[in-house]
């Protein structure tokens, strides 16, 4: 009972600030997006989420303890910035509303989306991702750089019922490969929500 309403106080909170900064719509002008992390208490270690509010849904992440986040509304892009600075993780919204074009999910054209990501650089392999019952295009990259240490990257394109969310992870330095596996992991997590109403978020095991 305890953890259900310490959950629920966090909740109502995210969605209290996330729709209390969320200015109205004005035709023709391009949504804000807004970010809000919190931290909910675990048995085993504390989770720390992303909420990303944009025109028409809110999101919510997990996102790695390594990371730290960052938002710009002018691009309607969230970053995730890990602490050694060699990997960044951005998750862009395009949302449908008022007619905006979407990106293709169709094969050439998603991966020449992904190639222009990194100038220069690869596939090495690309795939489809299933989530929440949504499919789309995953690319794997990688460049070859001065130092030796290729950069490496991870693209994908995942629609949903409003739009399109992009995901790039671009990573170089030694824990690289670390670092692409925790691109899956974020994914994973994500939930989609209404404006309004109950936040949808993955639930972790042994919260209190």
């Given at each position: 009972?305890l953890?259900?309403?310490?959950?629920?106080?966090?909740?109502?909170?995210?969605?209290?600030?996330?729709?209390?900064?969320?200015?109205?719509?004005?035709?023709?002008?391009?949504?804000?997006?807004?970010?809000?992390?919190?931290?909910?208490?675990?048995v085993?270690?504390?989770v720390l989420?992303?909420i990303?509010?944009?025109?028409?849904?809110?999101?919510?992440?997990?996102?790695?303890?390594?990371?730290?986040?960052?938002?710009?509304?002018?691009?309607?892009?969230?970053?995730?910035?890990?602490?050694?600075?060699?990997c960044?993780?951005?998750?862009?919204?395009?949302e449908?509303?008022?007619?905006?074009?979407?990106?293709?999910?169709?094969?050439?054209?998603?991966?020449?989306?992904?190639?222009?990501?990194?100038p220069?650089?690869?596939v090495?392999?690309?795939?489809?991702?299933?989530?929440?019952?949504y499919?789309?295009?995953?690319?794997?990259?990688?460049?070859?750089?001065?130092?030796?240490?290729?950069?490496l990257?991870?693209?994908?394109?995942?629609?949903?019922a409003?739009?399109?969310?992009?995901?790039?992870?671009?990573?170089?330095?030694?824990?690289?490969?670390?670092?692409?596996?925790?691109?899956?992991?974020?994914?994973?997590?994500?939930?989609?929500?209404?404006?309004?109403?109950?936040?949808?978020?993955?639930?972790i095991?042994?919260?209190?």
């Amino acid at each position: 009972m305890l953890r259900q309403l310490l959950l629920a106080g966090v909740l109502a909170l995210a969605t209290f600030a996330t729709a209390a900064a969320e200015p109205a719509a004005t035709p023709g002008e391009e949504p804000l997006l807004r970010v809000l992390t919190f931290t909910e208490k675990t048995v085993r270690l504390p989770v720390l989420r992303a909420i990303i509010t944009a025109q028409t849904n809110r999101f919510s992440l997990v996102v790695p303890f390594e990371f730290h986040v960052g938002g710009d509304a002018n691009t309607k892009k969230v970053t995730l910035v890990s602490d050694d600075g060699n990997c960044v993780f951005t998750i862009s919204v395009h949302e449908s509303f008022g007619g905006r074009p979407l990106p293709s999910l169709k094969p050439e054209p998603a991966r020449a989306s992904a190639l222009s990501r990194i100038p220069g650089a690869k596939v090495l392999a690309e795939y489809t991702l299933n989530v929440l019952q949504y499919t789309g295009p995953v690319f794997d990259l990688e460049k070859d750089v001065a130092n030796g240490t290729p950069l490496l990257g991870r693209f994908a394109l995942i629609p949903y019922a409003n739009g399109v969310l992009e995901f790039q992870l671009n990573s170089t330095g030694p824990n690289a490969g670390q670092h692409v596996r925790r691109f899956n992991e974020v994914i994973s997590s994500l939930r989609i929500s209404p404006l309004t109403g109950e936040l949808e978020v993955l639930r972790i095991e042994n919260e209190i």
